[in-house]
């Protein structure tokens, strides 16, 4: 049976992340929701959630890590995370308040990325920003390699 995906984001700054999770989406098949959008999406649909969105202030946004907190899933649902960051090396560390979200909720997680976003935050505003027109074609095709693994049922454990 064919595996149903959704990938859940949000995306403040310069709509990087909306850009990988349309990529991922595209290429694994996934419905795509932007958090915020309409009423709060129902998961209990879905074999396999994708989560993600810009990191602000060393963490995905707070509102999706509450709404990971409280949501419903599947019984046997999975979970990827993704995002986009200024530095995306510091993975581990931005991704931690999601992880742990997740697993309060004991959702396996098969696979977390964190692709370079365009970021003119703060004082990289004043130096022209950073990552300058990424995420680009490279990142995009990793954001949806990474996506047809997971929907294979293949994990992707790669942060960054
Ligand atoms: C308010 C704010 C705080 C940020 N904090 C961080 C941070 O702590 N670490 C980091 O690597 N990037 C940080 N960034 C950069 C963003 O994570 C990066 O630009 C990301 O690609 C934005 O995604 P978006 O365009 O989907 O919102 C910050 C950006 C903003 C606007």
Same mark, same amino acid.
């Given at each position: 049976?064919?595996?149903?995906?959704?990938?859940?984001?949000?995306?403040?700054?310069?709509?990087?992340?909306?850009?990988? /999770? #349309?990529?991922?989406?595209?290429?694994?098949? !996934?419905? %795509?929701?932007?958090?915020?959008?309409?009423? *709060?999406?129902? $998961?209990?649909?879905?074999?396999?959630?994708?989560?993600?969105?810009?990191?602000?202030?060393?963490?995905?946004?707070?509102?999706?890590?509450?709404?990971?907190?409280?949501?419903?899933?599947?019984?046997?649902?999975?979970?990827?995370?993704?995002?986009?960051?200024?530095?995306?090396?510091? /993975? #581990?560390?931005?991704?931690?308040?999601?992880? !742990?979200? %997740?697993?309060?909720?004991?959702?396996?997680? *098969?696979?977390? $990325?964190?692709?370079?976003?365009?970021?003119?935050?703060?004082?990289?505003?004043?130096?022209?920003?950073?990552?300058?027109?990424?995420?680009?074609?490279?990142?995009?095709?990793?954001?949806?390699?990474?996506?047809?693994?997971?929907?294979?049922?293949?994990?992707?454990?790669?942060?960054?």
């Amino acid at each position: 049976m064919r595996m149903r995906a959704v990938i859940v984001y949000k995306s403040l700054h310069h709509g990087n992340t909306k850009r990988v /999770a #349309g990529a991922m989406a595209d290429a694994c098949g !996934a419905d %795509l929701v932007r958090l915020g959008e309409r009423k *709060t999406p129902d $998961l209990r649909a879905y074999d396999l959630v994708g989560l993600g969105s810009g990191i602000y202030h060393s963490r995905h946004h707070p509102d999706l890590v509450a709404f990971t907190a409280k949501a419903r899933f599947a019984d046997d649902a999975r979970a990827f995370l993704f995002s986009t960051a200024g530095v995306p090396s510091l /993975a #581990g560390l931005w991704h931690r308040p999601l992880r !742990a979200a %997740l697993e309060g909720r004991r959702i396996p997680i *098969t696979g977390e $990325l964190c692709l370079p976003g365009y970021d003119t935050y703060a004082i990289f505003g004043l130096i022209g920003g950073i990552n300058r027109g990424r995420p680009g074609d490279r990142e995009l095709e990793r954001a949806r390699e990474f996506a047809r693994s997971l929907v294979q049922g293949q994990g992707a454990g790669a942060l960054s």
